[in-house]
């Protein structure tokens, strides 16, 4: 029996055209400038940690669920259990644009959320917005557009209190 060795090192993925590499790159220093973050090379180093040595096989789509998940778990370990849910991006972003998170560069996202100082962890908790109440469908009761406030005004006085008192006179 034959055997083939390979060395380890060498990849036989096919390589992505040059343009392929550009858009996940671009999709993901867009991704990180929406956190804040303005530096070339602050971006550069957040597009590594995410793409690692797969930059050649990425899609933007599969960077971006890649960014976006290994965000989601440092922020719901900076925030807590009490913030994770459905929301956790949105609000975990507002928080941490809102201490000025990306003055510390890429290694705040890129550094274990234990080993940043407790001040700023909380400082980002007490930041996190809070959510809007749920939709509730009602009845909007009927609004009566009053062109000419005194007219209106000349009208109730002129005209009999023992009309209907459920109906505006205004009608």
Same mark, same amino acid.
Do not use: K, Y
């Given at each position: ?43 550069? %180093? ?21 960014? %976006? ?14 913030? @994770? ?11 941490? @644009? ?22 700023? %962890? ?21 609004? @009566? ?27």
């Amino acid at each position: 029996m034959d055997s083939v060795t390979t060395h380890p090192f060498i990849s036989f993925a096919p390589a992505m055209p040059q343009a392929a590499r550009a858009d996940t790159q671009a999709a993901l220093v867009s991704f990180f400038q929406d956190f804040g973050f303005t530096a070339r090379g602050d971006l550069e %180093r957040l597009a590594g940690w995410i793409l690692g040595t797969r930059e050649l096989s990425l899609s933007p789509e599969a960077a971006l669920a890649l960014a %976006r998940w290994r965000v989601e778990g440092w922020l719901a370990e900076v925030l807590g259990p009490s913030h @994770v849910g459905p929301s956790l991006m949105v609000r975990g972003r507002a928080a941490f @644009v809102l201490v000025g998170g990306a003055r510390w560069g890429a290694d705040v996202l890129m550094r274990t959320p234990s080993s940043l100082p407790e001040a700023w %962890r909380r400082a980002v908790c007490e930041a996190v917005p809070m959510s809007a109440p749920a939709e509730m469908p009602c009845q909007m009761r009927e609004q @009566v557009l009053v062109l000419n406030p005194f007219m209106d005004m000349l009208r109730r006085w002129l005209r009999p209190a023992a009309s209907r008192a459920d109906v505006s006179p205004s009608r």
